[in-house]
């Protein structure tokens, strides 16, 4: 289910009861002008960084929520089962390129959701990126949604040549591909944590309908060493994924994250990988798939879904960024 759009008179702070201009003032100095901004954001970050009173900043928080509920644009407290099944039939979902993903995905990367894709290095975590960062500036009936793509870079991985070659692969208007790709990096975790708190502007300024952190632990696992900064690191990590999320279901967005994996050499049974983050992020995303590599073949499993069962599916990395596997492949591997 999209979200229902709103004017910009709409989601004015002033659309509040208890917002005065010194409270204004406040949020706007944390970056917050929008009831929308104010939605998706902790009542503690208001206690923490504009010395708000808890309880004022839970109920202008609540307040915001409850607001958007009225006028459609988030779920309201209690929906029925039924009404909530016939909404998710409508969800909006992005390609990612190939049917087994999409099959796997069950139509493609969904909206209001985190879809967290995890693997060693050359996986084809940047690659599945890229392609959905395309694909979702085409039309529904291309398997897009018609909007922009937010990219939030991480480790300095994202490459307009890689965009430039899969769009002329698929057809695309390539000019129009590459300037429908907002890409914002992120220097440090502090940087990373600004930027994500501005995600609510920068989604309505672009029209933007997917969101990619590639990837979202890189700079907690460099700068948080050793078990004594593990609490903190979680702690930030939590917060962070928290806002992504609430920034998801605010905005009707795909949030699709990539993420490292460590080895444990202690491990003598079942898969020693393992993704960075622990729980924080296994409770926090939606969706989990490991990918992992086979020759020339990529292999993703579902590993956490709410609904779908955990299965394999097989695709490979070429110029159209990912595809399903060819024809000839598969029966020579049979």
């Keep these: 289910m999209a979200a229902t759009s709103i004017s910009e008179e709409e989601i004015g702070l002033k659309q509040l009861d208890g917002v005065g201009p010194a409270t204004q003032e406040k949020l706007e100095a944390m970056g917050i002008y929008t009831v929308m901004e104010l939605a998706v954001r902790s009542p503690y970050d208001l206690v923490d960084e504009q010395d708000l009173k808890s309880d004022k900043a839970i109920a202008l928080v609540s307040k915001a929520r409850i607001y958007l509920s009225e006028k ?52 084809g975590k940047t690659s599945i990126c890229h392609t959905l960062a395309a694909i979702v500036q085409q039309p529904k ?14 480790e300095s991985t994202f490459r307009p040549e890689r965009v430039e070659q899969l769009a002329k692969a698929r057809g695309y208007d390539v000019e129009k591909v590459l300037k429908g790709i907002v890409v914002a990096r992120a220097y440090n975790s502090s940087h990373q944590e600004t930027i994500v708190s501005e995600l609510g502007r920068v989604v309505r300024e672009h029209g933007a309908k997917l969101v990619v952190v590639d990837s979202i632990a890189a700079h907690y696992r460099a700068e948080f060493i050793g078990r004594g900064t593990l609490a903190e690191r979680q702690q930030r990590l939590n917060r962070m994924l928290h806002m992504l999320l609430r920034t998801a279901e605010v905005y009707g967005v795909a949030v699709v994250v990539t993420n490292q994996v460590l080895s444990s050499p202690d491990q003598f049974v079942g898969n020693p990988l393992h993704p960075i983050g622990g729980n924080v992020l296994g409770h926090t995303s939606t969706y989990r798939i490991w990918l992992r ?42």
């Design 141 to 154: 009936k291309e398997g897009g949604l018609d909007g922009t793509a937010i990219y939030v870079d991480t």
């Design 72 to 123: 459609g644009v988030i779920e309201k407290d209690f929906v029925n089962a039924a009404e909530l099944l016939k909404k998710r039939q409508s969800m909006e979902r992005i390609s990612a390129g190939c049917l087994s993903l999409d099959d796997l995905l069950g139509g493609g990367a969904e909206t209001q959701a985190i879809t967290e894709f995890y693997g060693e290095f050359g996986t």
């Design 293 to 334: 590599k086979a020759s020339k073949t990529r292999i993703a499993r579902m590993i956490d879904s709410p609904y779908q069962a955990e299965y394999d599916a097989t695709f490979v990395l070429d110029e159209r960024g990912v595809s399903d596997v060819p024809q000839d492949d598969q029966k020579s591997k049979k």
